[in-house]
C-alpha cells in the first residue's frame, strides 16, 4: 500500500513536508542573488517551470490522460494559478531581487502567512482557533528576529527601493495562489495539479520572456545560466511546491500558511553550512519562538 494511502497516513506525511518545503525554498534564494548578470528573470522563471512541468506532466501522464476533459473546462483556473505562482511569484521575485536586499525580501514575505490564514478564515470558512493565530504571531515576531539580527531598531532604518514593490505584489500573490489551490477543488492528485499549473505558469511566462530574449543587451547564455535553471526547476520548483501543495491540500491552507517562517531560520543555517557565515545568538532566539509558534499553528 502506498505510504499516503490511507488518511492518516497523509496526515503524517504532510506534517513533515511542512518542515521539509521551506527548507527547499531556501535554494531560491541563493538563486535569486546568482542571477542578475547571468539570466534574465523571466528566462529563468520560463526555464525553470518548463523543466518541472515536462518532468510532472510524464509522471503524471496517466491521471492527466484520464482527466483530461476536465482539466481542459477549468484551463483558465490554471492559467490564474500560473499566473500567480510562477511568473509573479516566480519571475518578479527575481526582478525584485536585482534591486532590494534580502532584509526587506524578508520582513516583507513575513506578511504572506498571515494573510494566508486571514483569508482562510474569512474567505474559504476554515475554523482557526486562538492558540493557532497565537502561533502565527510568535512566529512572525521570531523571524523579525531573526531578519534584524537581534536590533529591531535596524527597522527605522530600512530604506525601501523600487525592488520591493515588486516584491510586495509577489507576496500578494502568493498569498493569492494558496487561497485559490483551496479554493478550487481538483481530482487531480498534487503532482497532476502542480504539472497543470506548471503549464499554465509557462504560457504565462512566455509572451515576456520572449521581450527579455529579444533584447540586445541581453547576457549570452552560458554553463551557469543552464545550472541555475536546473536547480531551480528541481528543488524550489518541483520540490517545494509539490510538498507545499500536497500539505495544503491535506492540513488546510491557515495551518500550513506559518511554515513559511521557517524559510529566514533555514536561510541562516544554510549560510552557515555552505556560505561559512557565522551564526549568531539572534538566530537561536528567533528559533526559539518559530519553531515552537510553527508548532502551536499546525496543530489541530
Same mark, same amino acid.
Given at each position: 500500500?502506498?505510504?499516503?494511502?490511507?488518511?492518516?497516513?497523509?496526515?503524517?506525511? =504532510?506534517?513533515?513536508?511542512?518542515?521539509?518545503?521551506?527548507?527547499?525554498?531556501?535554494?531560491?534564494?541563493?538563486?535569486?542573488?546568482?542571477?542578475?548578470?547571468?539570466?534574465?528573470?523571466?528566462?529563468?522563471?520560463?526555464?525553470?517551470?518548463?523543466?518541472?512541468?515536462?518532468?510532472?506532466?510524464?509522471?503524471?501522464?496517466? /491521471?492527466?490522460?484520464? %482527466?483530461? !476533459? %476536465?482539466?481542459? !473546462?477549468?484551463?483558465?483556473?490554471?492559467?490564474?494559478?500560473?499566473? @500567480?505562482?510562477?511568473?509573479?511569484?516566480?519571475?518578479?521575485?527575481?526582478?525584485?531581487?536585482?534591486?532590494?536586499? =534580502?532584509?526587506?525580501?524578508? @520582513?516583507?514575505?513575513?506578511?504572506?502567512?498571515?494573510?494566508?490564514?486571514?483569508? =482562510?478564515?474569512?474567505?474559504?470558512?476554515?475554523?482557526?482557533?486562538?492558540?493557532?493565530?497565537?502561533?502565527?504571531?510568535?512566529?512572525?515576531?521570531?523571524?523579525?528576529?531573526?531578519?534584524?539580527?537581534?536590533?529591531?531598531?535596524?527597522?527605522?532604518?530600512?530604506?525601501?527601493?523600487?525592488?520591493?514593490?515588486?516584491?510586495?505584489?509577489?507576496?500578494?500573490?502568493?498569498?493569492?495562489? =494558496?487561497?485559490?489551490?483551496?479554493?478550487?477543488?481538483?481530482?487531480?492528485?498534487?503532482?497532476?495539479?502542480?504539472?497543470?499549473?506548471?503549464?499554465?505558469?509557462?504560457?504565462?511566462?512566455?509572451?515576456?520572456?520572449?521581450? /527579455?530574449?529579444?533584447?540586445?543587451?541581453?547576457?549570452?547564455?552560458? %554553463?551557469?545560466?543552464?545550472?541555475?535553471?536546473?536547480?531551480?526547476?528541481?528543488?524550489?520548483?518541483?520540490?517545494?511546491?509539490?510538498?507545499?501543495?500536497?500539505?495544503?491540500?491535506?492540513?488546510?491552507?491557515?495551518?500550513?500558511?506559518?511554515?513559511?517562517?521557517?524559510?529566514?531560520?533555514?536561510?541562516?543555517?544554510?549560510?552557515?553550512?555552505? @556560505?561559512?557565515?557565522?551564526?549568531?545568538? %539572534?538566530?537561536?532566539?528567533?528559533?526559539?519562538?518559530?519553531?515552537?509558534?510553527?508548532?502551536?499553528?499546525?496543530? !489541530?
Amino acid at each position: 500500500m502506498p505510504f499516503a494511502a490511507t488518511p492518516e497516513s497523509r496526515q503524517r506525511l =504532510a506534517l513533515m513536508l511542512l518542515w521539509v518545503a521551506p527548507a527547499l525554498w531556501t535554494v531560491n534564494y541563493l538563486v535569486a542573488r546568482t542571477a542578475p548578470g547571468v539570466v534574465q528573470p523571466h528566462v529563468l522563471a520560463l526555464g525553470r517551470w518548463a523543466l518541472a512541468g515536462a518532468i510532472l506532466c510524464f509522471l503524471a501522464r496517466d /491521471e492527466l490522460a484520464r %482527466h483530461g !476533459r %476536465h482539466t481542459l !473546462r477549468v484551463g483558465g483556473q490554471y492559467l490564474v494559478l500560473g499566473a @500567480l505562482g510562477m511568473l509573479v511569484c516566480g519571475a518578479w521575485v527575481y526582478r525584485g531581487a536585482q534591486t532590494t536586499t =534580502a532584509m526587506n525580501i524578508a @520582513l516583507i514575505y513575513a506578511a504572506s502567512p498571515v494573510l494566508i490564514a486571514l483569508g =482562510a478564515v474569512v474567505w474559504l470558512g476554515e475554523r482557526f482557533s486562538w492558540r493557532q493565530g497565537l502561533g502565527v504571531v510568535v512566529a512572525m515576531l521570531g523571524v523579525t528576529h531573526v531578519v534584524v539580527k537581534g536590533q529591531w531598531l535596524r527597522l527605522s532604518q530600512v530604506q525601501w527601493v523600487v525592488g520591493d514593490g515588486w516584491i510586495v505584489v509577489a507576496m500578494v500573490s502568493w498569498a493569492a495562489y =494558496a487561497l485559490l489551490q483551496k479554493k478550487w477543488p481538483s481530482p487531480l492528485g498534487a503532482t497532476a495539479r502542480l504539472a497543470a499549473t506548471c503549464v499554465g505558469g509557462v504560457v504565462s511566462l512566455l509572451p515576456f520572456a520572449a521581450w /527579455e530574449w529579444l533584447q540586445t543587451d541581453r547576457p549570452a547564455w552560458s %554553463h551557469a545560466a543552464t545550472g541555475l535553471v536546473v536547480v531551480a526547476g528541481l528543488v524550489p520548483g518541483v520540490g517545494a511546491y509539490w510538498a507545499y501543495g500536497f500539505a495544503q491540500k491535506t492540513l488546510g491552507a491557515s495551518r500550513v500558511a506559518a511554515s513559511l517562517y521557517l524559510g529566514p531560520l533555514y536561510g541562516g543555517l544554510t549560510a552557515w553550512a555552505v @556560505l561559512g557565515e557565522p551564526m549568531g545568538w %539572534h538566530h537561536v532566539m528567533g528559533a526559539a519562538m518559530i519553531l515552537p509558534g510553527i508548532y502551536m499553528a499546525s496543530r !489541530r
